[in-house]
């Protein structure tokens, strides 16, 4: 056997192993993006993986999910926040499941991107107290978002109008905090006021105090400047009563006298 057989026959093998590797991280992309501390395990049912992340102290959601999720579990997590475009590009995501975790606020493009695909949302057992209008907006999905510190204000009000569909979920917001004061601790729903128009209204009352105000003011130096003019002019003419009066003349005396 010359050099050039032996050669070959070992290169062969090398080049057929090599080969699989590529076609298998070609046919399963995902199975080598599983983020650190979580398990991918492939659903048959669903085509897809479902990733478990529950428990592993993560402070800020995977940058690198596998592309064909169907079932992300990010619970019982240190999470402070959702960014916007977090999930962008998870297409065919079914369940998400942020519970227990520590947000406190959610942009208008939190969940951007898997709006179609979105079946259950759980955000219950969070911190929230805030999130922007239009962030469930367009969503289907079934939304769970109880125990959460809510500020119920304007901008709760017309997220939690924009979903109809999830009265269950509206039902369950209590406000922790509110515009008004006396709805403190009781379910949103219960609120019959418009709060984008109390919110106004205040804005409005604040405006006109500001410019009674300045009124007032105004007001008031021109009174002072009035009196402390009369003040001036009344020791001005006291003043003048004060001075003594000229003593006529010498001449004018005896033309008096010789009238007489």
Known sequence: MTLLDLWLSRSIPMCLLLQSLVLMALCFPSASMCPKG????????LHGFNVTCSQSRLKEIPPSLPVDTVLLRLDHN??????????HGLRF????????????????????GIEATLQVLDLS???????????????????????????????????????????EAAAR??????????????????VDIDLCNLAKRTTD???????????????????????????DARRHLEYLKSLPSKPKKADETDDISTVV
């Not at 998400?96 to 969940?111: C, I, K, R």
């Not at 367009?138 to 997220?159: F, S, T």
């Not at 009352?205 to 003040?231: D, H, K």
Request: charge should be negative; aromatic fraction near 10%.
């Open 205 to 231: 009352y604040a405006m006109l105090v500001t410019m009674f105000g300045w009124f007032a003011m105004v007001i008031s130096y021109v009174v002072y400047y009035v009196r402390q003019n009369q003040e």
């Open 38 to 45: 979580c398990i991918c395990q492939r659903d048959s049912h």
């Open 173 to 190: 917001v209590l406000c922790r905090s509110s515009e008004l004061h006396d709805q403190e601790g009781q379910p949103f729903l219960a």
């Open 125 to 167: 057992h969070n911190r929230i107290t805030s999130v922007h209008k239009d962030a469930f907006a367009r969503l289907k999905a079934r939304i769970i978002v109880n125990d959460n510190p809510w500020h119920c204000d304007c901008a709760l009000q017309q997220a939690i109008g924009g979903m109809a569909h999830n009265h």
């Open 93 to 112: 995501l079914r369940e998400l499941n942020l519970s227990y975790n520590a947000v406190e606020t959610l942009g208008e493009g939190a969940f951007t």
């Open 78 to 87: 240190q999470i402070g926040s959702v960014p916007d475009l977090a999930f």
